[in-house]
């Protein structure tokens, strides 16, 4: 009888540990016990993500260069051109026929907050720089903030709050205040900088 | 009648003429930019004194060569603590670049972490910040601004950047997180090995009981032997 008990108890023991074994490869394989086809595709995309482009007043053609004509010391300068629509067609500032120096095309995928950026200005050529920013579209741009691009015509990032939807344009007028000094001429790079 | 049929050809050039510019002109004008392939670099995780690596791609669309640069930028504002401006931590290569139109170019990111920085979120002051209209919480960004060659209009893109620094790596964190994954597995092991040891036991007893018992009857058949001589 104690034979037997050992035996059979012998045995299941064998049967737990194979039970063990089998639990445990199907714990490894991570059987899967979906029965029907119950899923489906999706997709998604992204738009491209690319720089305003700085554009003439009227073409989509890269301006390469903004230049504000000559003045007397302490002189406000309000017509600076680009070089794509040249002198002959710069900046007006008035309440009916207002022309930006320049338009700002957003080609990216969605609409971009639009950060000004200035280098200083070199031998202190200028004492304060400003800017405004419009729809295209509007013809009464009179005044411009003088300071709000540099107070000092030292380098300055302004966050302007504008934002340009997508594929859409903005104008940009620029103004410089010459500084008191004679005989001089100096140069500084404008960055047009867009934010998601 | 001839001269009907010059003047519709005519026409019909000039037509031909105008199209033809006009599409021209339209592919001039797609753009004139510069396309990159992440708008934000934000929540990248890493430990005191380890770099964190990242890549970002840039690809030129305007049809002349655009030359341009990297470098960062900190946005201060009142109030903002230490951990908002990781400038210093940040190197990309290559810094300056030209770039063709339909070319891309590859740039490698690198922040190296201090030893000493704290563990929490650096860079930005929330990690929604990469998010389209997060402006107010990023402060830290990556910029790339390119022009036309001789120019000194540029543009660019303002790519935010954060970090979270995790707590300093525990050498046992690798074993711990393998037994949490497996622990069914190994407790199964265990009691597997646990029941082949009893088993085993158990035959060797057997084993050993067996012999004892065929011992026992050598003897006991011995001892009958011996008495049937006597």
Same mark, same amino acid.
């Given at each position: 009888?104690?034979?037997?008990?050992?035996?059979?108890?012998?045995?299941?023991?064998?049967?737990?540990?194979?039970?063990?074994?089998?639990?445990?490869?199907?714990?490894?394989?991570?059987?899967?016990?979906?029965?029907?086809?119950?899923?489906?595709?999706?997709?998604?995309?992204?738009?491209?993500?690319?720089?305003?482009?700085?554009?003439?007043?009227?073409?989509?053609?890269?301006?390469?260069?903004?230049?504000?004509?000559?003045?007397?010391?302490?002189?406000?300068?309000?017509?600076?051109?680009?070089?794509?629509?040249?002198?002959?067609?710069?900046?007006?500032?008035?309440?009916?026929?207002?022309?930006?120096?320049?338009?700002?095309?957003?080609?990216?995928?969605?609409?971009?907050?639009?950060?000004?950026?200035?280098?200083?200005?070199?031998?202190?050529?200028?004492?304060?720089?400003?800017?405004?920013?419009?729809?295209?579209?509007?013809?009464?741009?009179?005044?411009?903030?003088?300071?709000?691009?540099?107070?000092?015509?030292?380098?300055?990032?302004?966050?302007?709050?504008?934002?340009?939807?997508?594929?859409?344009?903005?104008?940009?007028?620029?103004?410089?205040?010459?500084?008191?000094?004679?005989?001089?001429?100096?140069?500084?790079?404008?960055?047009?900088?867009?934010?998601? | 009648?001839?001269?009907?049929?010059?003047?519709?050809?005519?026409?019909?050039?000039?037509?031909?003429?105008?199209?033809?510019?006009?599409?021209?002109?339209?592919?001039?004008?797609?753009?004139?930019?510069?396309?990159?392939?992440?708008?934000?670099?934000?929540?990248?995780?890493?430990?005191?004194?380890?770099?964190?690596?990242?890549?970002?791609?840039?690809?030129?669309?305007?049809?002349?060569?655009?030359?341009?640069?990297?470098?960062?930028?900190?946005?201060?504002?009142?109030?903002?603590?230490?951990?908002?401006?990781?400038?210093?931590?940040?190197?990309?290569?290559?810094?300056?670049?030209?770039?063709?139109?339909?070319? $891309?170019?590859?740039?490698?990111?690198?922040? $190296?972490?201090?030893?000493?920085?704290?563990?929490?979120?650096?860079?930005?002051?929330?990690?929604?910040?990469?998010?389209?209209?997060?402006?107010?919480?990023?402060?830290?960004?990556?910029?790339?601004?390119?022009?036309?060659?001789?120019?000194?209009?540029?543009?660019?893109?303002?790519?935010?950047?954060?970090?979270?620094?995790?707590?300093?790596?525990?050498?046992?964190?690798?074993?711990?997180?393998?037994? $949490?994954?497996?622990?069914?597995?190994?407790?199964?092991?265990?009691?597997?090995?646990?029941?082949?040891?009893?088993?085993?036991?158990?035959?060797?007893?057997?084993?050993?009981? $067996?012999?004892?018992?065929?011992?026992?009857?050598?003897?006991?058949?011995?001892?009958?032997?011996?008495?049937?001589?006597?």
């Amino acid at each position: 009888m104690e034979k037997l008990i050992k035996k059979s108890l012998e045995k299941l023991n064998i049967t737990i540990a194979l039970f063990l074994a089998v639990l445990m490869t199907v714990g490894f394989g991570g059987v899967n016990y979906v029965l029907a086809a119950n899923t489906s595709t999706q997709e998604a995309s992204t738009a491209a993500a690319t720089t305003i482009s700085v554009v003439g007043k009227v073409a989509d053609t890269a301006v390469t260069t903004i230049t504000f004509p000559q003045g007397a010391p302490s002189a406000t300068i309000s017509n600076p051109y680009n070089d794509v629509d040249t002198v002959t067609d710069a900046q007006v500032l008035s309440g009916t026929v207002s022309e930006p120096v320049v338009r700002l095309k957003n080609t990216s995928g969605g609409a971009l907050n639009i950060t000004l950026e200035i280098t200083s200005w070199t031998n202190g050529i200028a004492a304060s720089e400003g800017y405004a920013l419009s729809d295209p579209a509007t013809t009464t741009t009179t005044t411009i903030t003088d300071t709000n691009l540099s107070a000092d015509g030292n380098s300055a990032t302004v966050a302007t709050g504008a934002s340009v939807a997508s594929t859409a344009y903005k104008a940009l007028y620029l103004e410089m205040i010459l500084s008191a000094l004679a005989g001089v001429s100096g140069t500084s790079t404008l960055t047009v900088l867009g934010e998601s | 009648m001839i001269f009907s049929s010059n003047r519709k050809i005519y026409f019909k050039s000039i037509l031909l003429s105008a199209f033809l510019f006009g599409f021209l002109f339209t592919i001039s004008s797609t753009a004139l930019a510069t396309s990159v392939n992440r708008m934000s670099l934000v929540n990248l995780e890493s430990y005191p004194g380890k770099t964190t690596k990242a890549e970002i791609i840039l690809e030129g669309t305007d049809p002349g060569d655009r030359t341009g640069f990297w470098y960062t930028h900190y946005k201060k504002i009142d109030g903002d603590s230490e951990k908002m401006d990781i400038t210093s931590w940040i190197t990309i290569e290559p810094k300056d670049f030209t770039i063709k139109e339909g070319e $891309k170019q590859v740039f490698a990111v690198e922040i $190296k972490i201090p030893r000493n920085a704290e563990p929490g979120l650096w860079g930005a002051t929330s990690e929604e910040a990469g998010k389209e209209g997060h402006s107010d919480e990023r402060r830290t960004y990556l910029i790339f601004k390119d022009a036309p060659a001789g120019g000194n209009v540029y543009s660019g893109l303002l790519i935010p950047i954060s970090v979270k620094i995790l707590p300093s790596i525990n050498p046992l964190t690798p074993i711990i997180n393998f037994i $949490k994954q497996n622990i069914m597995v190994i407790v199964l092991s265990i009691i597997i090995i646990v029941m082949g040891i009893f088993f085993l036991k158990n035959k060797k007893r057997s084993i050993e009981n $067996k012999k004892r018992i065929l011992e026992n009857k050598k003897i006991s058949l011995e001892n009958k032997k011996r008495r049937k001589v006597n």
